[in-house]
C-alpha cells in the first residue's frame, strides 16, 4: 500500500521489504537454500527497533503484496 505521495505524482509505500538468498558454495540454488525475509514499515520509527523484529517470510510478502 501506499503510505503518502510526494507532490501528488511519486507514491511512497508504507512497507519496504528485502528477501535474501544465500548463494550456495556450489553455486546451485535449491529449495534448501538459506533464505532471510523482513518487512519494514516505512516510517521513521522503524529505525528505533532491531531489525530482527521484522524477520517474516516470503510467503507473507507474497501474500501483502499479491504476489501469490
Known sequence: GTAT???NQVN???TVYKIIVFHPE???F???SPV???SFPNTNSAT???WFGY???PAE???ATGQV
Do not use: L, Y
Open 5 to 7: 505521495t510526494v507532490n
Open 36 to 38: 532471510i525475509a523482513v
Open 55 to 57: 524477520i517474516t517470510t
Open 61 to 63: 510478502i507474497e501474500q
Open 12 to 14: 511512497v509505500p508504507a
Open 26 to 28: 556450489n553455486g546451485c
Open 30 to 32: 535449491s529449495a534448501d
Open 48 to 50: 528505533n527497533m532491531n
